[in-house]
């Protein structure tokens, strides 16, 4: 039973536009929530990362909306570029396990 | 060259064969990891390391068996492949709970 759901599993946007990629969790021991990006044939590097202390981060053109209540978080890529287009992973663990449990992943596609 | 290396990157077996993949990490992260990816699954954890001469089963563990019997090396072995099996097989390793670094994969073909 994945223990991180994870939608779309796949979305296009064009050039400049904003990509959304949202993830749901059930365990409420998880307290560190990454996102991962992969390129084809690469393996999965990460990207951003957020704890339940903030509800939103940001590094660049990547945001991280997180809410503990719904115990959802998401990933917001703004002003999607074609060097985008990779699989993004959300994933979560718990301060006392260093086990990551993974989203299913959703192929992100940016038309210049 | 520091990093997280695997090998072979490519792989075809027949069924019933034994394969080891190989993971090797240059940074003595105590933490290591093997993942499967498979389409609609994401990556899903089939063994881990805290530490030389300690592992454990994750997620997916069965038909795979891991040694550690050294910190930089973390190697996975299909004691009789299926072709379930055929998969993209991730390592990655870490000094502490939290990033977790991936080798460039091993994509295994099981006829």
């Known amino acids: 039973q994945q223990q991180v759901k994870q939608s779309p599993q796949s979305l296009i946007v064009q050039k400049g536009g904003i990509s959304i990629i949202n993830c749901a969790y059930e365990?409420?021991?998880?307290?560190?929530f990454p996102w991962y990006q992969q390129f084809p044939g690469k393996g999965p590097a990460l990207l951003i990362a957020?704890?339940?202390?903030?509800s939103e981060k940001k590094e660049g053109r990547f945001t991280i909306s997180f809410n503990k209540s719904a115990k959802q978080f998401s990933l917001h890529i703004m002003d999607s570029q074609p060097g985008d287009s990779a699989t993004y992973f959300c994933?979560?663990?718990?301060?006392?396990?260093?086990?990551?449990?993974f989203g299913a992943g959703t192929t992100v596609t940016v038309r210049a | 060259d520091a990093g997280i290396t695997q090998s072979p990157r490519y792989k075809i077996t027949e069924t019933g064969r034994q394969v080891t993949l190989m993971c090797h990490q240059t940074?003595?992260?105590?933490?290591m990891f093997w993942y499967r990816q498979d389409l609609g699954h994401g990556l899903r954890l089939i063994y881990y390391?805290?530490?030389?001469?300690?592992?454990d089963k994750g997620e997916v563990p069965d038909g795979y068996v891991v040694s550690r019997s050294k910190t930089e090396n973390f190697p996975l072995t299909l004691e009789s492949a299926t072709r379930s099996q055929t998969s993209v097989y991730f390592c990655?390793?870490?000094?502490?709970?939290?990033?977790?670094?991936f080798g460039p994969g091993t994509r295994l073909t099981v006829l």
């Open positions: 994933a979560a663990s718990g301060s006392n396990d260093y086990k990551l449990s």
């Open positions: 990655a390793s870490g000094k502490g709970y939290n990033e977790q670094f």
């Open positions: 940074w003595s992260h105590s933490y």
């Open positions: 390391s805290a530490a030389a001469d300690i592992t």
């Open positions: 365990n409420t021991a998880f307290d560190y």
């Open positions: 957020i704890r339940p202390d903030v």
